[in-house]
């Protein structure tokens, strides 16, 4: 019998039962647990490991299904002979590699620039940007609709390569009632579901730059945009916004390209006025430029009715635009999509299907069960009394504090932009309120590394409970001084 000495149930996530599974499992794919030897009993496994005895009988259950452990009745479980067996062969020794990866690798990509530490759910006051509250989140429906997606009539939408096609329902849902939000009439041939608002800008930026051609990006602006541009090997010039976005007449002539986020701002949530979104697609008719709009945060309007998109302005055909649900489902996951004319999208579409065929069927479908059986709208709501009486905790202890917004709180979002006082470095600062469970986005990563700043940083409500906000807030001003 293999000795209870051997079970160690490591740090892991996931719950006693999937945590014991693992375990086992590791044990007799390792070979330490051989086909025929007999495990500890559940009794004296649980006594142990110091669980219950029904999560060890429960765990042994989901081997046996898996064909891992047997049961043979009063005599307990056993390693089955048709379990998984490890490599009868040793893997070669490592030796010192003699390829020079620095030839043959191309320039590195940039960093992403915003970093955060793997544990911040830990720190006590995070005020960490765009990270999901598990107490908004409607688990139980999501739940339900993924179970949903795994049933039979569902099962081709989940298990089949589509290669380069869309969830239709997931597509309907978006073109008759997403984008009509937003003021944007748009047909399924006008549609690409992405792996994110990054993915979409990733696209859109390898189908329209390339060496020769220009592009202009905000700054401050989203750091992960300007690491795509420059990939792209496409010269690029950085306009500086103002507490109403970008002026389209900042532009350069020539451009090519221009990325904006008219609708909130990043990282300042400035909201681009309709003169300038006209003056923006005169401009574009003007000089043969295509403009990409980055709508990624409208569904967080909390300070009151978002505007309607850019992409609602174009008569032309001159707009791409991307939206997201990372902020409005959570970040992790990663659908977002593209409109814009059927050429493009049906460029764009070939271009995803060589590098990754489409989003996981799975996910599509139950987002489009979420979507249209009314949860994510019930959702919205909720996370928008949520952030706007966070905002308003916010701004107030802010005031007493004599802390600096600098950014525009015309249509809410779910973060402010600050500007630190004189001498304050807000990379430094954020680094010291670690110590005290506090964690704050520098603004430094918001700036190319020509205009490295300093001077700002940003607050994020997203997922910091009500009664913690004040507090966070006076630490963060007792630490510049």
Same mark, same amino acid.
Request: with cysteine; net charge neutral.
């Given at each position: 019998?293999?000795?209870?000495?051997?079970?160690?149930?490591?740090?892991?996530?996931?719950?006693?039962?999937?945590?014991?599974?693992?375990?086992?499992?590791?044990?007799?794919?390792?070979?330490?647990?051989?086909?025929?030897?007999?495990?500890?009993?559940?009794?004296?496994?649980?006594?142990?490991?110091?669980?219950?005895?029904?999560?060890?009988?429960?765990?042994?259950?989901?081997?046996?299904?898996?064909?891992?452990?047997?049961? =043979?009745?009063?005599?307990?479980?056993?390693?089955?002979?048709?379990?998984?067996?490890?490599?009868?062969?040793?893997?070669?020794?490592?030796?010192?590699?003699?390829?020079?990866? *620095?030839?043959?690798?191309?320039?590195?990509?940039?960093?992403?620039?915003?970093?955060?530490?793997?544990?911040?759910?830990?720190?006590?006051?995070?005020?960490?940007?765009?990270?999901?509250?598990?107490?908004?989140?409607?688990?139980?429906?999501?739940?339900?609709?993924?179970?949903?997606?795994? *049933?039979?009539?569902?099962?081709?939408?989940?298990?089949?390569?589509?290669?380069?096609?869309?969830?239709?329902?997931?597509?309907?849902?978006?073109?008759?009632?997403?984008?009509?939000?937003?003021?944007?009439?748009?047909? &399924?041939?006008?549609?690409?579901?992405?792996?994110?608002?990054?993915?979409?800008?990733?696209?859109?930026?390898?189908?329209?730059?390339?060496?020769?051609?220009?592009?202009?990006?905000?700054?401050?602006? @989203? !750091?992960?945009?300007?690491?795509?541009?420059?990939?792209?090997?496409?010269?690029?010039?950085?306009?500086?916004?103002?507490?109403?976005?970008?002026? !389209? /007449?900042?532009?350069?002539?020539?451009?090519?390209?221009?990325?904006?986020? &008219?609708?909130?701002?990043?990282?300042?949530?400035?909201?681009?006025?309709?003169?300038?979104?006209?003056?923006?697609?005169?401009?574009?008719?003007?000089?043969?430029?295509?403009?990409?709009?980055?709508?990624?945060?409208?569904?967080?309007?909390?300070?009151? /009715?978002?505007?309607?998109?850019?992409?609602?302005? %174009?008569?032309? /055909?001159?707009?791409?635009?991307?939206?997201?649900?990372?902020?409005?489902?959570?970040?992790?996951?990663?659908? *977002? @999509?593209?409109?814009?004319?059927?050429?493009?999208?049906?460029?764009?579409?070939?271009?995803?299907?060589?590098?990754?065929?489409? &989003?996981?069927?799975?996910?599509?479908?139950?987002?489009?069960?979420?979507?249209?059986?009314?949860?994510?709208?019930?959702?919205?709501?909720?996370?928008?009394?949520?952030?706007?009486?966070?905002?308003?905790?916010?701004?107030?202890?802010?005031?007493?504090?004599?802390?600096?917004?600098?950014?525009?709180?015309?249509?809410?979002?779910?973060?402010?932009?600050?500007?630190?006082?004189?001498?304050?470095?807000?990379?430094?600062?954020?680094?010291?309120?670690?110590?005290? /469970?506090?964690?704050?986005?520098?603004?430094?990563?918001?700036?190319?590394? *020509? %205009?490295?700043?300093?001077?700002?940083?940003?607050?994020?409500?997203?997922?910091?409970?009500?009664? =913690?906000?004040?507090?966070?807030?006076?630490?963060?001003?007792?630490?510049?001084?």
């Amino acid at each position: 019998m293999i000795p209870t000495e051997s079970f160690l149930l490591q740090p892991t996530e996931g719950t006693l039962q999937s945590r014991i599974q693992q375990m086992v499992a590791e044990g007799i794919l390792s070979g330490r647990f051989r086909p025929g030897e007999r495990l500890p009993s559940s009794r004296r496994l649980a006594v142990h490991l110091g669980v219950s005895r029904i999560t060890v009988t429960l765990a042994y259950t989901e081997l046996v299904a898996d064909d891992y452990l047997v049961a =043979r009745g009063r005599s307990g479980y056993f390693v089955s002979e048709n379990a998984p067996q490890p490599p009868d062969f040793k893997p070669a020794p490592k030796e010192v590699s003699s390829v020079n990866w *620095g030839d043959r690798l191309g320039p590195a990509a940039p960093s992403l620039g915003l970093t955060k530490p793997r544990d911040w759910q830990s720190y006590r006051f995070n005020f960490i940007y765009g990270q999901p509250d598990p107490d908004l989140f409607d688990a139980g429906n999501w739940r339900l609709c993924a179970l949903r997606a795994l *049933g039979r009539k569902d099962f081709n939408s989940l298990s089949s390569d589509q290669f380069d096609q869309d969830d239709p329902l997931l597509i309907d849902f978006i073109s008759r009632q997403t984008l009509p939000r937003r003021g944007i009439l748009a047909g &399924p041939d006008e549609i690409l579901l992405t792996l994110g608002a990054q993915n979409a800008l990733w696209l859109t930026a390898q189908l329209l730059l390339r060496e020769g051609r220009s592009a202009v990006i905000e700054t401050p602006c @989203y !750091p992960s945009l300007r690491s795509i541009v420059a990939s792209t090997r496409a010269s690029h010039h950085a306009v500086p916004v103002d507490r109403h976005g970008l002026d !389209p /007449g900042a532009i350069p002539q020539g451009t090519d390209v221009a990325f904006v986020t &008219p609708g909130h701002h990043c990282p300042t949530t400035a909201t681009m006025p309709h003169d300038r979104r006209r003056r923006l697609l005169d401009l574009a008719e003007a000089q043969d430029m295509l403009v990409v709009e980055d709508d990624y945060d409208f569904e967080m309007s909390v300070a009151g /009715g978002a505007a309607p998109a850019l992409k609602s302005l %174009d008569t032309r /055909g001159r707009v791409i635009h991307v939206g997201s649900f990372s902020k409005s489902i959570f970040p992790g996951l990663r659908l *977002g @999509y593209l409109v814009g004319p059927p050429d493009f999208i049906s460029a764009a579409r070939a271009l995803r299907a060589t590098v990754l065929r489409h &989003p996981p069927g799975h996910v599509q479908r139950t987002t489009a069960y979420f979507l249209s059986l009314g949860h994510y709208d019930a959702q919205i709501r909720r996370m928008g009394r949520a952030y706007a009486e966070r905002r308003r905790i916010m701004t107030e202890a802010l005031t007493r504090e004599g802390l600096w917004i600098e950014g525009s709180d015309a249509h809410g979002g779910s973060s402010l932009w600050m500007r630190a006082p004189d001498g304050v470095n807000t990379t430094d600062l954020a680094e010291r309120l670690k110590s005290d /469970g506090v964690l704050i986005e520098p603004g430094r990563a918001f700036f190319g590394p *020509g %205009d490295a700043n300093d001077a700002f940083y940003r607050l994020g409500y997203s997922s910091i409970p009500t009664g =913690r906000i004040a507090e966070g807030i006076a630490r963060i001003r007792a630490a510049m001084g």
